[in-house]
């Protein structure tokens, strides 16, 4: 191939000279170019190497469907692998290289890979992987694991960077009536006349330019285009590929923001992935050339034919001086023409007989001929030609360029998407979109109509299909019939080669050969995704947009069986790779998620936490003093705890305010435990199952009036109580009057825990005689004030096991009352503590918590029986025993002790029988601590049987994932002050 | 992306929503047998067609909704709010 920049051709503007880097060394362009355009009118041929064979490849298309100019743009972080060379955008400062070769594509080592070419057959990796014996000449798999190394290093395409993706990505939303997929001629009449109706329309293109292949002709204005559209009100969004269709007619499409640019806004994302919500969707996505399967149909110089037109209008440039065309269709004879007329020497060779075309004489034609091989390995030398009927006897024609055209596929995997299955059109040899029911119409080329003429009335047609749907008219609708060539095509995927091993490309990013589809049949694939599997046919990122209905026919061949009854395989989305930055959009970093905090979160920062995440929460996690460790930290605390006392911020616990006159009726129905006669002022520990008898959560209910409760749940269940309580009273109990809110971001909330709380109490409060072992008794509640003034709750409850309280506050006064809290708990050596003392503490009492109520556990098993009322009925009271959930061999809560004190052990340590460490043992450890209190580490978990089962017997703690071993006891989980005085006192 | 219109809130899309389950199942009474109980909560009908189900408007209006939706084509056929005096307020307001 020679290809040359040609005068008076192209929309590209030549007084803008553009500089770019290919392969390290400078050319330059056009604005208006593609990277492909720019590297044909540079006459470079070679710009990409094969996947598994590393065989030269060129240019092969001018559109998203290309195979062989795949290239890699950018360094550093900002490198992009696999980019098609004929979608990027030429820009000043652009760098590109060749990928898949060492040191260059011009010059690869890994060509050596094209002589091994029956070791890299279909199947070569499933064989050889599996370990069987590989080649005549080697003996076992040995040889092959020598192999494996070079092998895998040579094959594989471009390489991503390692870094951070330095660029920023945007999510956007779009509403509209309509939504046009394509700007070529159907889509454009389409959207023309939905707009014309006042209908809210979007047009999207992939393309930078409107006009689909419009852009092929000569005299045709891009810009012109869009302002004529623009000016009707129509939302023209180019360089956006829409690269999936969803339920309720909402598709997904990728806008390239800056990827054209060289030195962009910083303020503007690179990409950004949009979801529009449209009511009707016109599909008018266009259609592919296919190419043809012949021998060496992948030298540099091999190209669809309209390809080469598109270069020629488009770019100006003329892709070969010598050029055979060859076809089995009408499409390419206005190609052939304008070729000749910018001053190529053409050939056509076209596969029917009795056709009729008028073509200047100078080029010649050929029918009833087939191309049969291209002699050359960098650059096509020539064309070795049969006739139809005698495939032996052979003419070669020199030329230095090949043209293909073995039909068009219309591009269906739009429609696919939506789980329509496309139908195989015989006449035109092509699939056309099924029957689709929802709010969508393909219209043109995407359905099989290729005129231009046709394609505009289709999208007319399309237009009206949709503002019927919409309700804004009734015409009647009268479809275009498929087609409209004026001779018809004939059957033409493959001309059979008899060298072996043949190269016949028909998948050409994977080296996928007609002979691997043969072979893959021969080995008993005979469905086409176990097919497309084994051969990879499809899988590369083109997803087979060239080489599918290739593929289909050999198979369809093989099978003796017609193309539709071999079927096609599904298209998914995406249409054209979507880079994961686009995906996650903002959601990057700190964005990742969302971080609650706590209305005190300053304040124990402050005041030295270190923090820890807690589900969305931070919470304070220890205090360190000086140079204390964790474990330094957390067993000062505790022991602070147990000896005076601590401040704790426990705002994190869900809360939920719950009014009306049946709150009562609410509360008493959802815990196990009677709370009908719950006193005002006085709060109840509950728990509550799930229907099925599992216990869902724990918490306390607070009566603060006649109709009013202050309910409160764990951290980590609070949304889904909030969730729970609503989906009860809006579905099951719509009789009950009461209302919930969650009230959790409302309160701020600290626990004082230690025998020095009420002290440290009355200290806070305006008037201190309130808070006695009288007027305050255990589980009761106070509404009351602090010393400045601002009215708070407190309630006496016990995490700890200490005399301990809880005090709340509305969430802005959240720092005024740590203050006043501290500071009057340093008067009695108290001491701030974080979740690992909390952890302590509460595991030295054997107080569950989400680590122990898993969703396996029910209300016996956590050893609270005893808190499931018999006299009434609740959730999950009749579900609560059924089946094996009565049974006594179940696992049950119990505490655990090394045998050798000075042993620790670890969450998550599996329980067994000293002779039988194996499976799932007996029981596993859920949580465990070192306890200042005992002196040694204590754990709580679940046993089968309980304590009772196991109480003398020495088991074993098995730790596989930390190689750990220890011997255990089973004891009581209530390891400390198990009668309970001191939460009395 | 299957979107729902809320009958409080306008047509949203379903990552606004949490799906809850079978709209059709009568729950018994707090006292009633095993056996009913079990069959509430653990015999589902596998549709293929349309299906009444629950969705809670959990990042919007909190409402729970009933809608039907054919299991086939994810077509939703309609919306209404659970609770039948909301379901009047807002067919009222509509
Ligand atoms: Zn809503």
Redesign the interface.
């Known amino acids: 191939m020679t290809s040359i920049r040609i005068k008076n051709y192209g929309k590209i503007n030549k007084d803008k000279v553009i500089k770019f880097t290919w392969d390290n060394k400078e050319y330059s362009g056009y604005e208006g170019d593609s990277l492909a355009s720019a590297l044909l009118a540079n006459d470079i041929r070679i710009v990409g190497r094969s996947f598994k064979y590393h065989r030269p490849r060129g240019v092969m298309s001018c559109g998203v469907e290309e195979s062989g100019a795949l290239v890699t743009v950018g360094s550093g972080s900002k490198r992009d692998p696999n980019v098609r060379a004929t979608t990027q955008e030429l820009y000043s400062g652009l760098n590109a290289s060749g990928q898949n070769a060492f040191p260059s594509v011009n010059f690869d080592f890994g060509g050596i890979n094209n002589y091994l070419g029956r070791f890299f057959a279909a199947g070569f990796y499933y064989k050889t992987f599996m370990g069987l014996p590989p080649f005549e000449w080697g003996k076992g798999t040995g040889i092959w694991m020598v192999f494996e190394k070079i092998i895998r290093k040579a094959a594989g395409m471009g390489k991503a960077s390692r870094e951070p993706d330095p660029d920023s990505y945007e999510h956007a939303n779009d509403f509209c009536d309509v939504l046009v997929v394509g700007s070529g001629p159907a889509g454009v009449a389409a959207a023309q006349e939905a707009a014309n109706q006042n209908l809210n329309v979007i047009l999207i293109e992939q393309d930078s330019l409107l006009g689909g292949n419009n852009l092929a002709e000569k005299a045709f204005d891009s810009s012109l285009l869009q302002k004529q559209l623009e000016s009707k009100g129509i939302r023209v969004m180019s360089r956006t590929t829409a690269f999936g269709v969803y339920d309720n007619t909402v598709v997904g499409a990728l806008e390239r923001v800056t990827d054209h640019l060289s030195n962009p806004n910083t303020f503007l994302p690179r990409q950004r992935f949009r979801t529009i919500r449209a009511k009707y969707i016109i599909l008018a996505s266009g259609a592919l050339e296919r190419h043809i399967a012949f021998n060496n149909n992948d030298i540099p110089g091999v190209m669809t034919a309209n390809a080469s037109r598109q270069y020629l209008n488009r770019y100006g440039v003329l892709t070969g001086k010598k050029i055979v065309i060859t076809t089995n269709n009408d499409s390419v004879y206005q190609t052939a023409i304008e070729l000749h007329e910018a001053g190529s020497k053409v050939t056509v060779l076209d596969s029917r007989k009795n056709i009729k075309i008028d073509l200047p004489k100078e080029i010649e034609i050929h029918l009833e001929t087939l191309p049969f091989s291209i002699n050359g390995s960098r650059k096509i030398e020539s064309l070795d030609v049969c006739k139809t009927s005698d495939k032996t006897n052979k003419n070669t024609i020199i030329c230095d360029q090949v043209l293909v055209s073995g039909g068009w596929s219309p591009i269906v995997n739009l429609v696919s998407h939506r789980g329509i299955k496309p139908v195989w059109n015989e006449e035109n040899l092509c699939f056309v979109p099924g029957e689709i029911k929802e709010n969508i119409t393909v219209v043109g080329s995407a359905k099989g109509i290729w005129n231009n003429e046709d394609c505009i009335q289709s999208g007319i047609v399309g237009a009206n299909e949709a503002m019927n749907s919409l309700g804004v008219s009734k015409k009647t609708i009268s479809h275009l019939s498929v087609g409209g060539w004026s001779n018809p095509i004939n059957a033409l995927f493959e001309v059979k080669s008899n060298k072996f091993p043949s190269k016949s490309f028909i998948d050409f990013q994977h080296d996928v050969t007609a002979e691997d589809v043969r072979l893959a049949h021969r080995e008993g694939f005979v469905s086409v995704e176990h097919l497309k599997r084994y051969t990879t046919l499809g899988m590369a990122n083109d997803q087979g947009k060239m080489g599918n209905i290739i593929g289909l026919s050999l198979m369809a061949e093989q099978l003796d069986k017609t193309i539709p009854e071999v079927g096609t395989t599904v298209f998914r989305p995406p249409y054209t790779p979507v880079p994961i930055g686009a995906l996650t959009g903002r959601n990057v970093d700190k964005h990742f998620r969302p971080l609650r905090v706590t209305p005190m979160h300053q304040w124990n920062i402050d005041h030295g936490a270190k923090m820890i995440d807690v589900g969305l929460y931070q919470r304070p996690w220890y205090y360190p003093k000086k140079n204390e460790t964790l474990s330094d930290a957390y067993i000062r605390e505790a022991t602070i705890v147990r000896k005076t006392v601590g401040i704790c911020d426990v705002t994190s616990l869900g809360k939920i305010a719950i009014q009306g006159p049946d709150a009562t009726e609410l509360v008493n129905r959802i815990y196990t435990n009677p709370f009908a006669k719950l006193p005002i002022g006085k709060a109840r520990y509950g728990i509550m199952l799930r229907d099925d008898g599992i216990v869902m959560d724990d918490g306390t209910s607070w009566r603060l009036g006649e109709n009013e409760y202050f309910m409160t749940t764990s951290t980590a269940a609070a949304a889904k109580v909030m969730s729970w309580l609503e989906e009860l009273l809006q579905t099951r109990w719509t009789d009950l009057k009461v209302n919930v809110t969650s009230v959790s971001e409302q309160w701020a909330g600290a626990a004082i825990a230690g025998p020095k709380s009420r002290d440290v109490l009355n200290e806070c409060v305006l008037d201190p005689n309130k808070i006695t072992n009288e007027k305050l008794p255990f589980m009761g509640v106070l509404q009351t004030k602090l010393k400045d003034g601002t009215p708070c709750r407190v309630v006496r409850i016990s995490f700890s096991g200490e005399l301990a309280y809880e005090m709340y506050i509305e969430s802005d006064y959240a720092h005024g009352m740590m203050d006043i809290l501290w500071e009057n708990a340093q008067k009695y050596e108290g001491c701030l503590y974080g979740l690992e003392a909390l952890g302590a503490l509460r595991v030295e009492k054997g107080h569950v918590t989400a680590a122990e109520l898993d969703g396996r556990v029910t209300i016996d098993d956590a050893g609270l029986g005893k808190m499931a009322s018999t006299k009434k009925s609740y959730i999950g009271s009749a579900m609560r025993k059924r089946g094996v959930m009565g049974a006594d061999d179940r696992d049950m809560l119990v505490g655990f002790y090394p045998l050798n004190e000075k042993e620790t052990f670890n969450a998550g340590t599996i329980v067994c029988e000293k002779n039988n460490i194996h499976g799932q043992g007996v029981g596993r450890i859920t949580s465990v601590t070192h306890s200042p209190e005992l002196g040694h580490w204590i754990g709580i978990g679940f046993v089968k049987g309980g304590l009772e089962k196991w109480k003398d017997v020495t088991l074993v703690g098995a730790d596989p994932v930390r190689d750990k071993q220890m011997e255990i006891k089973v004891v009581s989980p209530h390891m400390v002050d198990p009668e309970g005085k001191r939460m009395y006192a | 992306?299957?979107?729902i219109k809320c009958p409080y809130c306008g047509e949203r899309?379903h990552s606004e929503f949490?799906y809850?389950g079978d709209?059709s199942v009568e729950?018994p009474?707090?006292?009633?047998?095993?056996s009913?109980?079990?069959k509430?909560?653990?015999f589902r009908e596998n549709i293929r067609g349309n299906q009444k189900e629950?969705w809670?408007h959990?990042n919007g209006c909190?409402?729970?909704l009933e809608v039907e939706r054919s299991t086939i084509?994810?077509?939703i056929k309609s919306v209404k709010?659970?609770?039948?005096?909301?379901d009047k307020i807002t067919k009222n307001n509509s």
């Open positions: 992306m299957i979107r899309d949490t809850g709209a729950y009474a707090l006292d009633a047998s095993v009913d109980w079990t509430a909560i653990f629950t809670h959990t909190r409402l729970w084509t994810h077509e709010a659970c609770h039948p005096q909301i």
